[in-house]
């Protein structure tokens, strides 16, 4: 940990976004650069998904099951280890499918929708909700932390 853990990670985040794409010149280090990353986001990207899915429980009007049901049914079928955790929670709380198929860099991707909820344009009241359970999400992350430091202090 500490600054010589973030150095790490912050160099290890910068490869990956720099040279870990799928393309003939950066195929054998690209490929290792964003398998690394892919590594040291695992914890935080299932921790990120369970705070959601806990942080619906507070929220007015988002799904706490539905986010939960669609983490575990969704989130593998994204394309990245990590993305789709987060992302699936969210779509399950909001009642939204996200994802799907679209246009990136020119190019048409057909990625899985994430979430069944019918609904796959957001709308103003979806994106305040979204930043509602984002909030909740970092309060219950600060919560914990809290947590962890009394006992370590108390011991």
Known sequence: GGLPGGVAYKAANTAD?????????HEAFGRAAARFDDLINLPASRLTALLIVLAAFFVSGADAKNAWRTVRRDAKKHRSPNAGWPEAAMAGALGLALAGPRVYGGVMVDDAFMGDGGRRDAESADIRLALKLYRTADFLLIALFGMIAAIVLAA
Do not use: A, E, V
């Open 17 to 25: 976004s720099m040279i870990g794409h799928r393309t003939p010149r």
